[in-house]
């Protein structure tokens, strides 16, 4: 087993619709022209903020043990691969599993992580953001 998650298209190809999910949520909230970033190696999304002006990146996230309800964790842990985004204007976005709450975390909670290793089901010893729930708004899903 590898310290970061090996490559599954099925799983990614089924995440990768969450994005939509997380676009349709942002309209809501009066983000603006939020859509798909057409470079695959960028973060997910790009928006315009709707009170702002300011352009924005967003990465988006399934987190399959997290299946329903609210996120019952006291931190998220995201992959230390993804602070390669991180800036005064990116969010993360982890989403659960059924697709009904996602947690948004800021920039400043990604950029003052603590970094913590662990293994999990897909990678052993892989070295992550640890992010305290606090830092995070929690939403439930208005476009269901």
Sequence with gaps: MNNHP???????????????????????REWQNVHVNPDTYGADLIATSGRTGARWTIEVEVKNNWETGRFKYDTLHISARKAKYSNEHHLHVTINKDWTWF??????????????????????????????ITETQIIQRTNK
Aim: proline content about 6%; aromatic content about 10%; charged content about 25%.
């Design 103 to 132: 947690l948004i975390v800021p920039p400043s909670a990604l950029l003052n992580a603590k970094r913590v290793t662990k293994s999990t089901i897909y990678s052993e010893n892989e070295l992550f953001l640890e992010i305290p």
């Design 6 to 28: 090996n490559f599954d298209e099925h799983r990614y190809a089924i995440h990768d619709l969450a994005k939509h999910i997380i676009i349709d949520e942002f309209h809501a």
